[in-house]
Nanobody, 122 residues
Framework: QVQLVESGGGLVQPGGSLKLSCAAT????????QGWYRQAPGKERELVAR???????TYADSVKGRFTGSRDNAKNTVYLQMNSLKPEDTAVYSC????????????????WGQGTQVTVSS
């Protein structure tokens, strides 16, 4: 069974940095897409960064130039380096991964991490 485990959130001052990670564990036979999302109190969940299968990354306009996504395919792990953090970046950040959990690719998975709190405050 595939599970996602996130880490790296916390409290940081404005202008600071944090790095989030999300690792997929279990039986995995290919990952089609990965993404980072966030949800602030009273707001809808929004896309932060999305990784395509071929490796291109799409960012939300609000984080372009400040956040950088990366991944380690061998470890089935994605990262989100967040620099120049602002109070409006405060939210619960969650990762999402979609892929296959059997060799025949007949059993898909579409999973979310448990979420990690990022708080930007002085």
């Amino acid at each position: 069974q595939v599970q996602l485990v996130e880490s790296g959130g916390g409290l940081v001052q404005p202008g600071g940095s944090l790095k989030l990670s999300c690792a997929a564990t279990g039986t995995i036979f290919g990952i089609n897409a990965q993404g980072w999302y966030r949800q602030a109190p009273g707001k809808e969940r929004e896309l932060v960064a999305r990784f395509s299968r071929i490796g291109t990354i799409t960012y939300a306009d609000s984080v372009k130039g400040r956040f950088t996504g990366s991944r380690d395919n061998a470890k089935n792990t994605v990262y989100l380096q967040m620099n120049s953090l602002k109070p409006e970046d405060t939210a619960v950040y969650s990762c999402n991964m979609m892929g296959w959990s059997n060799l025949a690719r007949t059993i898909p998975f579409d999973l979310w991490g448990q979420g990690t709190q990022v708080t930007v405050s002085s």
